[in-house]
């Protein structure tokens, strides 16, 4: 049997995406760890049964791979870690966070019978779609 353990992101600055997945998500930060013999410093934050691990390089700025582009269609069509889907209580009041901290919304959030849905870049441009179930 296998199972997600958790999902890695680099970041650029680690502080930042800490306060960013805390303070709208709600991730409790477990700790904050250096690696020298992996050149980076990472955090291992928890929501739930979600695991997330933010990492920067100890020296220098991380190298992306990612496109220029910022429109949902080319996230989407992406290759490589396409977007990460996060299940949240209360979309409303996620996004209201989320405009606070002047997040790029990609898909404006979309409700039908208590469902909804929205799609986010974080702040590393990292495709988040929110997901609100009955």
Not at 8 to 19: E, G, H, P, W, Y
Not at 48 to 77: A, F, M, R
Request: net charge negative; charged share 25%; glycine share 8%.
């Amino acid at each position: 049997m296998v199972s997600l353990k958790y999902v890695a992101i680099t970041v650029r600055d680690l502080d930042r995406s800490i306060r960013f997945y805390s303070e709208i998500f709600g991730f409790k930060l477990l700790k904050v760890k250096s690696k020298p013999e992996f050149g980076v410093t990472y955090a291992h934050l928890k929501a739930g049964e979600v695991d997330l691990e933010l990492l920067t390089p100890l020296k220098g700025e991380p190298q992306t791979q990612k496109s220029t582009g910022d429109d949902l269609t080319t996230k989407l069509c992406e290759a490589g870690l396409n977007h990460i889907a996060l299940k949240v209580e209360n979309l409303g009041e996620i996004c209201e966070r989320l405009r606070a901290w002047n997040v790029r919304f990609l898909m404006e959030p979309k409700f039908s019978g208590g469902s909804g849905t929205a799609f986010v870049l974080d702040p590393e441009g990292n495709l988040l779609e929110l997901s609100q179930e009955p």
